[in-house]
């Protein structure tokens, strides 16, 4: 979350010097947009359930995550003509394939060595949403195995991420970015459009 909290904040920023505006962002129309808020639900749901020891906590969480995915591609696809909307949803199926491929998303250690981030939850086997990276993993090269350290005050939210979480948060930058600087109007309906 922090990586993709970094990224939102660059962009808005190379968007004002791209001569770009918040009021401009703050215009952004987005169809069906309620779909994003179930869709963190549905992620937020099963990962409540690993937190609360429930049974079939692990298939749960998997059941979440691909609702999630499903959701956002079909907020995608209400939304296709807007930049970075296909990086997103490309972001979030990977994660997807990854997590329902394992029955969770798989860690590396090393990568979490690199970022001083412990996996003795992983170890005890009470975290439901990961699971460390071992020979028995699938897909292993989009599992969460990218470190991200962060400078300075920000070393607190080091984190590692997949490639989808790479993807996804490429796609929100184009996203937030192309906003600003772009004025997206509402269509006239088509009695009122004049010729240029």
Known sequence: ????????VAAC?????????????AQLEL???????????????GAFAGA???????????????????????FVARNAGLPGMPLIAIGFLLNALVVTANGAMPVSQQAADRVGISTVRLYRNVDAKHELVDSETVLAPLADVIPVPLPGPLSHGSNVVSAGDV????????????????????RAPA??????
């Open 31 to 45: 169809t069906a947009w309620p779909l994003v808020f179930v869709a963190v639900a549905a992620q937020a749901a």
């Open 167 to 186: 993807v996804l948060a490429a796609g929100i930058g184009v996203l937030v970015c192309s906003a600003m600087v772009e004025v997206r109007r509402r």
């Open 191 to 196: 009695h009122l459009r004049t010729s240029p």
């Open 52 to 74: 609360l020891g429930l049974p079939h906590a692990g298939t749960l969480y998997v059941t979440g995550m691909v609702a999630s995915a499903l959701l956002v591609t079909v």
């Open 13 to 25: 920023v190379l968007g004002l010097v791209r001569g770009g505006s918040m009021h401009n962002l």
């Open 1 to 8: 979350m922090t990586v993709i909290l970094v990224v939102i």
